[in-house]
């Protein structure tokens, strides 16, 4: 069974940089697909990022660029490094599991965290 907690999510200012992690504690992580969704107050979840069980990533064009997903197989850990943020990243960032093959679709993963929040004020 997958269980993901994510931690890393705070208050920062538009330019600054977090580092948000997401801690699995299932025993199939590395064959997993891991991404990263954000849902802004009043929006749609959103895809961010995802790293497959190859570590090849795929990213959203808004933070092309800007943030970096990331993986270690070795702690069960998806990170995602957040540079240069703006107020509209501003939102509820959640990771995401599945097996195999990967998605940007939210429907397609199983597994979710519970949110870590970020706030980027101007």
């Known amino acids: 069974q997958v269980q993901l907690a994510e931690s890393g999510g705070g208050l920062v200012q538009a330019g600054d940089s977090l580092r948000l992690s997401c801690a699995d504690s299932?025993?199939?992580?590395?064959?997993?697909?891991m991404a990263w969704f954000r849902q802004a107050p009043g929006k749609e979840r959103e895809f961010v990022a995802i790293?497959?069980?190859?570590?090849?990533?795929t990213y959203a064009d808004s933070v092309k660029g800007r943030f970096t997903i990331s993986r270690d197989n070795a702690k069960n850990t998806v990170y995602l490094q957040m540079n240069s943020l703006k107020p509209e990243d501003t939102a509820v960032y959640y990771c995401a599991a599945r097996p195999g093959a990967g998605s940007m679709q939210s429907t397609d993963f199983e597994s979710w965290g519970h949110g870590t929040p970020v706030t980027v004020s101007s």
């Open positions: 299932g025993r199939t992580f590395s064959s997993h697909a």
């Open positions: 790293i497959s069980w190859r570590s090849s990533t």
